[in-house]
Each structure stands twice: as C-alpha cells, then as structure tokens.
C-alpha cells in the first residue's frame, strides 16, 4: 500500500523539477512511511511513498521498472492474486527481480498493455511511464477502493493518491469548483469525476486513462453488471447458490490474508465483519487479532456484539471506548480527506484505525455488504413504495398531508415517524426523486432556501438530481431494488463509503481490505434474483443463510446499527460553541453561497431541540473548515507543518 504521485511535461525539454516532485511525494508521508523513491526521465517524474506490505526488502523500492527499465510503475494497492499471475510470467520468460506484487503488474502491462487489468484480483490506483512511447498509462481498481486525481492543462499533467500532493506544484491554482462543493451539500461528499479544486477530477473507479502526446483519454473496462439472473426453481437451486456464495467469500477472505505483516480485522459486531471474521479464524491457524470501538452511549455502542464473535472464534481482542476530542480530531479529518466530507462514521473509522496500527499493519474489514447483499433500509422501503404507488397518483397532496398529521412529528432523522412522513410526502414523485429524497442531505429545496440569491442563480442549471438519475438510467438492472443497489455500487459506494475507508485507514498507515467487495463476490451478488437479498422483510438473505453455521443467531438476526456517533448530542453540547462560531462567523458569511438567516435559524432550532438539524450542521461546519484550512491557508506554511508532524508521528510508530 502506497501513496504516489507524478507530473508529466507535455513539452519534451521541459525537465521535472526534483525538488517539487519530492515535496509532492511527501505530502503523502502517512501513506508509506517505510520507504520514498521518485523516477524521473526528463520531462516525466514518479514519485511514491511505500508502506510495506509484500517483499519488505529494499527489492521493494518503488518506482519500480521491468528488465530492460522501459516501463516503469508507480503502484498503490495489492493484488491478490499475483503469486497466480507471477508464476505464468515466469513461464513465459519474464525476470522478477522481487516477490512483490508491483513488479507482476508491470510484467503484466509489458505482456498485454491495458488488457492486464481484466487480470487483476485486488485493489489498486497505479500509473506506468512507457518510456519507449511517452505514454503514461494510469488505472483505478473496479470498485475504487483506491482514489487517484489528476489535473491536465496545454502544458502538463499531475496525478496523486490525494489532492494535496497536485497542490503542492505552485503552478495549480488553488479554485473550489463551486458546482461540486453543490452536488456536496446533496450526496456529503465530492461526486466522481468533479473534486472539490476546480481542474482536478477523480479517474472514476474502473477506468484507465492514457497521457499521450498530450492528450488524455479515458476508457471504462469494468461495470458491475445485474443480468442475466441464476435461475432458482427449487429449493436444490437456493441451496446450491448458499454454498457458491459462502465458498465465494471466503475465498476472497483467504486471499486477502496473504501478508508479510502482522494483520487483523475490524469487528463491529454487525454481520458483515462478524462474518469475515468467522471465515479469517477458519483459515488461519493462530487467533485473529480484532479491534472494535464504541461510544459511551449505548445507542452506538455494539461492543457486546463484537464481543460475541470474539469469544466464539477466540480472538485477541482490543476493545477501546472512544471519548473523542471533536475539536482536535476534527482538523485533523479535514486535513486527509482533502475535501469537504460529511460523513460523520469517519471519526470512529478514524479510531478504530487508529487503534488497529497500534498492533497490526493491514485490517480487514466487512464493508460493501449492504451495498452488495441489499442491507439498507431503504431497499425495502423502495419495495414499499412500489406497492403503494397508487396511493400517490389517486390521493390529493392535500390527503396526503393529512396522512402525515397522523404521524407524531419528529425532527430526528432516525426516527419512525420522521421516516414514515417523508415515505408518504415522497409518493407522488418518480422512483429517482424519492431515492433522492432519502439519501441526500441537501434536497434542491432546502438548497434553495439555504443559498443567497446569486449563488442560487449560478447553480441553477446544475441539478444534483439528475446525476443520480444519470446513473439510474445505465443501470442494466431490470428490478426497482437491484437498480437502486446497482446506483449505491456505483455511486455512494465510491464515492463516500470507500473514500471514508480509505483515508481514515491511511491516515494512521494502516492498509484495510474488504472481501465483501471482491470483484468476484459481486458479481456473484448482482447475479442473484432480488428475492434472494430482500426477502420479505429479511435483508441480505441470502448472505445470512450462507453464514448461519457460522455465526451467533444474536449477530444474524439483530436490526442494523450503523457505525455513527452521536452528532446531534455533540452539536448541543462540546461542539455547540464552534459551531455557532464557524458559521456565524465573517468568514463563513463572506463565501457568498449561503443565506445569513439560514444557518442562524438551523443552529438555534437544533440547540433547542426543536429540530434536528445534525446534518445540515455538520455540512456547513467541514465545509468551513475545508475552506479555512485548503483555500485561505498559504499552502507551503500547511504542507511543511503536516509533513513534520506525520514524519515525527511515523518514527514513533516503528
């Protein structure tokens, strides 16, 4: 696992400045504190911060080049499968030089140029440099695991890991890209291909991209496909179908086990990484090493549940109950995730990573379950609506308002009766609309409400609506439900879940794999009939059938908790006062994109517990403090502080 980075010269006499590219590399310090190496061939430069994960001898080093140093890579990610792949390659005449799975995927390339990613098993965000062609080739895994950015103008390109690596070249201009910053304030995070600095956009996940002569194309070469459909006639088939299903992940859990490092596994007590857990312990031969964090409040607290786990498969466990300090955690998530990001479940992901590099250097972890298996809420309550259409199109708005009276009115979005009265308001809009409804923070019409005038008149033509349609429409899926975890797959997965995983994990130098999101496992899931992850009411069915052997009937048959904290507390109480300072504050005023009154009702209405507006809140604050820090900080006083404290922290970690 790594972090890299590069610029390329469109004009050949053009040299890469050393200097510039170490500093870009460093930016990513808590990427790869193990070891830095840069490549430079005049007008090209590679730069990559290591964290040794396969192969910790100095072989290793990156960038790394095949035999003859015509091709040479910049790697972040593992393959899974690439002890498979070496040993064709060695078969086939190609010298290794180290056991690193790097150096198969350059082989790899030098074999059958971008047809090697139809070969990859794993995650990965890499670039290569053909010396021969002055072609750069750079590729993201399918279901991007791994982030990679880039900007192009007539006179270079830049790529990294992380945005504040292409910002420390002082020829970039440091711009938001407002349009992104409101498509943001809809989805809590950047959607691909926009990033929240205007010229820099994410290669999407399953994509490569190829710099030549300067110009930049962009081609798919995976898209997570729901037809054609297992047939299930008989219960023989379902069974069948249980037993691929389990064999399937673990597998993928087994091969994401393969390390020269010590590893472990986050357990939340959920099904997900109960399960992964379970199938880890069955495969190794010592005990699993397991981490969980809870919170002081028992509604999102599910240690007793990872409890139950780690006893059964008896685990080394490491328990730890987070009393966070918001105001010194909270800058420090701004910093790595580069822009602004809402969800608030990265500050216990932040934590138990945290937690797990104190022991181990790779975690596994249960994430994309829902996504793949049909675990949301929503997914039934979109089976609900398709039942209950009718009720839409044959009741007069005005009933329906009164429907709505019936329900006890509530301001906690997590309520019955909140949820219960936005189904109801959502029934006469199309499918696409009321997906939208449930899970945008920022619907167009508090946009509307919240923006001045002039902002609102910018943004006018940019619907953020549309790009979930957008998405919704090349679904190939032909069922409601499968369409809308075939839009999560492509869309919040990447974008928000992912991007969560990703940095918060980094961020310590911890390297986290997901079996639940091997390219093989969902396939197999987007394959299955819907019955088979939404059963009646019982979500992940199928997934649940294939793990009862293994599990607690406590963990499979428990409601869902999700991994959140307690925002709307922490807004009324530690947090309140920043708040109210950042966004009564000049600074916040003077950005022009939201109305005064807006954010002085929505924090007066949730200090007094009249409405909960945690959300919204918590929007506007990492937006601010994204502003504060990215856009008004002069950047070479933040990129020397960072980088010295991460350096001290890395030496102290080793």
């Not at 279901?143 to 390109?157: C, I, T």
């Not at 496909?225 to 299903?245: C, G, I, M, N």
């Not at 708005?397 to 906690?412: F, M, N, Q």
């Not at 909960?612 to 601010?624: A, G, K, P, R, T």
Request: hydrophobic share 40%; net charge neutral; proline share 5%.
């Amino acid at each position: 696992m790594c972090g890299i980075c590069g610029k390329l010269n469109f004009d050949p006499q053009r040299r890469i400045d050393e200097d510039l590219l170490i500093r870009m590399r460093d930016t990513l310090y808590h990427r790869g504190p193990d070891d830095g190496g840069i490549y430079i061939d005049g007008s090209m430069g590679l730069g990559v911060r290591r964290l040794a994960i396969i192969d910790l001898s100095s072989h290793g080093h990156q960038p790394l080049s095949n035999e003859d140093e015509t091709l040479w890579i910049a790697f972040n990610g593992e393959i899974y499968n690439f002890q498979e792949i070496r040993k064709d390659l060695l078969q086939q005449g190609h010298q290794f030089r180290s056991h690193t799975d790097t150096e198969t995927v350059v082989h790899l390339y030098e074999r059958h140029g971008p047809d090697c990613l139809q070969y990859l098993r794993g995650m990965f965000a890499f670039a290569i440099w053909d010396k021969r062609r002055r072609r750069l080739f750079l590729a993201r895994d399918r279901v991007g695991k791994k982030p990679l950015f880039y900007r192009a103008d007539s006179s270079s390109f830049w790529f990294g890991s992380e945005i504040k690596a292409i910002l420390e070249d002082p020829e970039v201009p440091r711009s938001p890209d407002y349009t992104a910053i409101h498509h943001y304030l809809a989805f809590q995070s950047v959607p691909a291909p926009w990033s929240a600095f205007e010229g820099i956009r994410k290669l999407p996940p399953g994509h490569f991209m190829v710099v030549e002569n300067g110009r930049v194309t962009t081609e798919r070469y995976w898209n997570l496909r729901f037809s054609p459909k297992r047939t299930v006639r008989t219960r023989r088939d379902e069974e069948d179908l249980t037993e691929e299903a389990r064999s399937t992940v673990e597998e993928a859990t087994r091969l994401r086990m393969i390390s020269d490092v010590p590893l472990g596994a986050f357990l939340s007590g959920g099904v997900d990484s109960s399960a992964v857990v379970a199938l880890m312990a069955r495969s190794s031969s010592r005990p699993i090493r397991t981490f969980s964090i809870g919170f002081d409040q028992a509604g999102y607290n599910e240690t007793h549940f990872a409890r139950l786990v780690a006893e059964r498969y008896h685990t080394d466990h490491q328990e730890f109950i987070v009393h966070p300090n918001a105001r010194e955690v909270i800058p420090q998530l701004v910093w790595h995730y580069n822009e602004p990001f809402a969800d608030s479940s990265a500050i216990p992901t932040f934590y138990v990573s945290k937690l797990a590099r104190q022991h181990v250097t790779v975690a596994l972890n249960g994430d994309g379950g829902d996504e793949t298996f049909g675990g949301y809420d929503r997914y039934y309550a979109l089976s609900l609506a398709r039942k209950f259409r009718w009720l839409g199109k044959v009741v007069s708005p005005a009933v329906v308002r009164v429907l709505e009276s019936w329900i006890t009115k509530s301001g906690d979005p997590r309520s019955v009766s909140w949820r219960g009265r936005r189904f109801l308001r959502g029934l006469g809009n199309s499918f696409e609309e009321q997906y939208f409804d449930w899970i945008s923070y920022f619907s167009n019409a508090s946009k509307q409400s919240a923006y001045t005038p002039e902002f609102a008149r910018q943004q006018s033509s940019q619907d953020s609506l549309s790009l979930l349609k957008d998405v919704f429409d090349s679904a190939d899926a032909a069922d409601l439900v499968d369409r809308a975890m075939q839009v999560d797959a492509l869309s919040y997965l990447p974008d928000t879940l992912l991007t969560k995983v990703d940095i918060a994990s980094m961020a310590n130098s911890l390297e986290a794999r997901s079996p639940l999101l091997d390219h093989k496992v969902m396939e197999l899931a987007a394959s299955l009939p819907v019955a088979l992850k939404l059963h009646g009411r019982v979500q992940k069915y199928l997934f649940k059938k294939a793990m009862e052997p293994l599990l607690p009937p406590e963990i499979l048959q428990r409601s869902k908790m999700g991994f959140g904290v307690p925002l709307a507390d922490w807004l009324r109480g530690e947090l309140a006062g920043w708040a109210q300072e950042l966004l009564l504050g000049e600074k916040f005023r003077s950005r022009g994109i939201f109305r005064a009154d807006f954010a002085d009702k929505i924090l007066r209405e949730h200090l007094s517990g009249r409405w909960n507006w945690q959300y919204h809140i918590w929007s506007l604050v990492m937006l601010e403090l994204w502003f504060q820090m990215f856009i008004d900080r002069p950047p070479s006083r933040q990129a020397s502080e960072f980088v010295e404290r991460n350096v001290a922290l890395a030496s102290a970690m080793k």
